[in-house]
Nanobody, 120 residues
Framework: VQLQASGGGLVQPGGSLRLSCVAS????????MTWVRQAPGKEREWVSR????????RYADSVKGRFTISRDNARNTLYLQMNNLKPEDTAVYYC??????????????WGQGTQVTVSS
């Protein structure tokens, strides 16, 4: 089970980035997926999650209205569109999978993380 996250970078406040997470060695279509971030010196923070079919999404209050999670099961890929980025969004972003098709249980696979830096 492998997850490869990409798309991070340096962006000015108010800018946008789109993160991608490509899965290999398993089919993402059977699993709920999530994005989690970790800022320097802080604990990991859940950002967003999505059901296997993409019909159910959830967001942390801190990103609601600015971030959009989506998935393309045919491409075995998870996305996070981030708009109106703020300096407090600066963090390493990780994609991860739930052990089943619901939002229960301990995340059992993680990507390597991609750095997002929001700064002028």
């Amino acid at each position: 089970v492998q997850l490869q996250a990409s798309g991070g970078g340096l962006v000015q406040p108010g800018g946008s980035l789109r993160l991608s997470c490509v899965a290999s060695e398993f089919e993402v279509s059977a699993y709920a997926m999530t994005w989690v971030r970790q800022a320097p010196g802080k604990e990991r923070e859940w950002v967003s999650r999505i059901s296997p079919g993409g019909w159910v999404t959830r967001y942390a209050d801190s990103v609601k209205g600015r971030f959009t999670i989506s998935r393309d099961n045919a491409r075995n890929t998870l996305y996070l569109q981030m708009n109106n980025l703020k300096p407090e969004d600066t963090a390493v972003y990780y994609c991860a999978k739930y052990p089943a098709g619901n939002f229960e249980g301990t995340l059992d696979a993680w990507g390597q993380g991609t750095q997002v830096t929001v700064s002028s």
